[in-house]
């Protein structure tokens, strides 16, 4: 069993930086992919960010891409999404998921293990 609390999260102006947190608990986390998953009012729950447990190797969705980084530090269990220029269409609950297979978090069909609660990223315009 894994749980996963985010944080992080918050209020920020448009071109602003977030950096979200993501603590695990378990002593497997090294083995598991992390990824990253937000969900905006009125929308699906979709893909942002994932990383293998080496952290050698990650993922991104295009509209992200090149402005947000995923990290993580088995040390610490813990993964992070450091989140630059942001836009008020990233708006949503940003969930952190686990998945023993990198490939059921970084394409459709998504399906990972483990779920966080969630953490709001507001971005105002």
């Known amino acids: 069993q894994v749980q996963l609390v985010e944080s992080g999260g918050g209020l920020v102006q448009a071109g602003g930086s977030l950096r979200l947190s993501c603590a695990a608990s378990g002593r497997t986390f090294s083995s598991y992919a992390m990824g990253w998953f937000r969900q905006a009012p009125g929308k699906e729950r979709e893909f942002v960010a994932a990383i293998t447990w080496s952290g050698h190797v990650t993922y991104y969705a295009d509209s992200v891409k090149g402005r947000f980084t995923i990290s993580r530090d088995n040390a610490k269990n813990t993964v992070y999404l450091q989140m630059n220029s942001l836009k008020p269409e990233d708006t949503a609950v940003y969930y952190c998921?686990?998945?023993?297979?990198?490939?059921?978090?970084?394409?459709?069909?998504?399906?990972?293990?483990?779920w966080g609660q969630g953490t709001q990223v507001t971005v105002s315009s």
């Open positions: 998921a686990a998945a023993q297979k990198i490939a059921t978090l970084s394409r459709d069909p998504y399906n990972p293990d483990y």
